[in-house]
């Protein structure tokens, strides 16, 4: 039991690249989402997810894109890299309904030049 | 969501318990008071929440007050791996049946020494 898988960790991006973000889980977790923090700052919600198929916008969702297509996994595209999406991203899961926790994965790190 | 305002910083010797404050006062009745903690540049992890009772489990203690408008959570041992930022949230479901929306403050850096 893996828990929630994020990759890459690192990664360096030239501004206006594209990339995904992948976050995997295996405990059958209806709910995903992300969450981007900087520097002294605490997490802020993107995107999302409460199914398969089913997204919705966070705090922070400019510059993102997210799709839901199995259950497992839930990829964060960024469109076209800018400076200020230089952050850590992290992804979360839990069951759906009140009181549920949320398991968090341990981050991919962004610098965008 | 209810907002939450805890002190910034707070010190603790090694063995001694960690009581950390947290204040919601204008928390709704159907919203829950979770506690996380997140470990240098780890992903946060979750450690306790309630609602109305106080909880207890393997990791720490939650004492809500009964108008429910500020809790404590209680590390009853400290330890040095206890050092991080702890963060109080106030949370309701988005919709009913989805899960519950964390909104993450700056939270409180317990630092443990020994």
């Known amino acids: 039991n893996a828990g929630v898988t994020q990759t890459p960790k690192f990664q360096v991006l030239k501004t206006g690249q594209s990339m995904t973000l992948q976050c995997a889980q295996d405990?059958?977790?209806?709910?995903m989402s992300w969450y981007r923090q900087d520097p002294g700052m605490g997490l802020r919600l993107i995107h999302y997810?409460?199914?398969?198929?089913?997204?919705d916008q966070g705090e922070v969702p400019n510059g993102y894109n997210v799709s839901r297509s199995t259950t497992e996994d839930f990829p964060l595209r960024l469109l076209s890299a800018a400076p200020s999406q230089t952050s850590v991203y992290f992804c979360a899961s839990s069951f759906r309904g009140q009181g549920q926790p949320q398991h968090f994965g341990d981050g991919t790190r962004l610098s965008i030049l | 969501d209810a907002k939450t305002t805890q002190p910034p910083s707070m010190d603790c010797a090694e063995g001694r318990a960690a009581n950390l404050p947290c204040n919601h006062s204008t928390i709704s009745g159907n919203e829950y008071v979770y506690w996380y903690r997140q470990i240098h540049s780890q992903g946060p992890q979750y450690i306790i929440h309630g609602l109305k009772n106080n909880e207890t489990n393997e990791m720490a203690s939650l004492i809500i007050t009964e108008d429910r408008k500020s809790s404590t959570l209680i590390l009853p041992h400290a330890t040095l791996r206890d050092t991080a930022v702890y963060y109080c949230?106030?949370?309701?479901?988005?919709?009913?049946?989805?899960?519950?929306?964390?909104?993450f403050g700056t939270g409180t850096r317990l630092q443990v020494t020994l």
């Open positions: 405990m059958n977790h209806e709910y």
């Open positions: 997810s409460v199914g398969a198929g089913i997204t």
């Open positions: 949230i106030v949370t309701r479901q988005y919709h009913t049946g989805t899960a519950s929306k964390l909104t």
